[in-house]
């Protein structure tokens, strides 16, 4: 669902189910930061060509 291979949080020997859910409750799913991080360098490149 966040784009995680399968076993990346619950494949963790030793954790709870709470544990598990406190980890991918605290995590960023990459698809949103990439979006983000393209986004906000595609403005950064506008304001960089309208700054001259």
């Known amino acids: ?3 995680l291979p ?3 949080i619950t ?3 030793g954790l709870s189910r709470a544990q598990q859910l406190k980890l991918v409750g605290n995590g960023v799913v990459l698809r949103q930061a990439v979006a983000a991080y393209r986004y906000l360098l595609g403005v ?3 304001h960089a ?3 001259a």
């Open 44 to 46: 950064l490149d506008e």
């Open 11 to 13: 494949g963790v020997p």
């Open 49 to 51: 060509g309208t700054a």
């Open 6 to 8: 399968a076993g990346w």
């Open 1 to 3: 669902m966040m784009g």
